[in-house]
């Protein structure tokens, strides 16, 4: 055998290792990537309601061998929120389920970016898209008569009014349940619903959104309408604003699925 075809002989071994190595790369990228499920859940509480209303889906969710951690948003600004929200998610070990509720769902759209997020779930919650707020989306449908907001005090907070808390807010729940929510509500600056997102996560990475059929503080259409321009999987569900409280197993399984890309 000559030089040159010896030469020619080992450059053809080369480039079959390499397309072999590439084939597994894109293999390992696209198909355990999304085959793997994630054992890490991280919940995003929205304003009025802070993350202990996550109690009995966070008790499904580890019973179930996920790992759950939980965010306590300042509410002060949506850039605070997203910065508490990435401090949880550097802190786990591996790909992360983000999930978010109500004014959460704006947090984990911008959070969502986070490398370590490999999929979003909307819980009554808004989907911005990037340059949006959470405010345009408010006003999208006419405010149903049950739901009612304080106007912003001397520091800027805005709380869900008192006397629609049970109605507007929280219907499907006991009276005493509804009136423990109210007093421990947990209020947000208001001008956090003008600002704008600066990224819109759902972008890039799968999203699943759950419409509360029976929301009086977000609109159910307007849910529907965010999570269809995000290409979300979207489970209805009957429930009031706070469904993940009053129906917390069917919350669960779409998160469950979220982690299973299901």
């Avoid at 890490?40 to 759950?68: M, P, R």
């Avoid at 979003?120 to 408010?138: N, S």
């Avoid at 947000?188 to 029976?214: D, L, M």
Wanted: aromatic share 8%.
């Amino acid at each position: 055998m000559t030089t040159r075809n010896i030469l020619n002989s080992l450059k053809k071994v080369v480039i079959a290792t390499v397309l072999v190595m590439a084939q597994l790369l894109t293999g390992f990228k696209s198909g355990n990537a999304q085959t793997t499920p994630v054992k890490n859940i991280v919940l995003v509480h929205g304003a009025f309601a802070d993350g202990s209303g996550w109690k009995q889906v966070y008790d499904i969710l580890t019973k179930k061998g996920y790992h759950v951690s939980i965010v306590q948003n300042p509410l002060t600004s949506l850039k605070d929120d997203v910065n508490a929200a990435n401090s949880v998610i550097d802190a786990q070990d591996g790909p992360v389920i983000l999930v978010g509720h109500s004014w959460g769902g704006a947090v984990i759209t911008a959070a969502g970016v986070n490398p370590k997020v490999a999929g979003l779930v909307y819980v009554a919650a808004f989907a911005p898209d990037q340059g949006e707020t959470a405010g345009k989306w408010v006003g999208a449908a006419p405010q149903a008569p049950e739901a009612g907001f304080t106007k912003p005090d001397q520091f800027g907070f805005v709380y869900f009014d008192p006397a629609k808390f049970h109605g507007g807010f929280a219907g499907d729940l006991s009276k005493a349940q509804s009136d423990f929510l109210c007093a421990s509500q947990v209020p947000i600056i208001g001008h956090c619903f003008e600002e704008p997102v600066e990224q819109a996560a759902w972008k890039t990475k799968p999203s699943y959104g759950i419409v509360a059929t029976e929301d009086k503080a977000l609109d159910p259409g307007t849910e529907r309408t965010m999570y269809k321009r995000a290409n979300a999987k979207i489970t209805e569900i009957k429930g009031s604003h706070v469904v993940f409280i009053s129906q917390p197993a069917a919350v669960a399984r779409v998160i469950m699925a979220a982690a299973e890309n299901k």
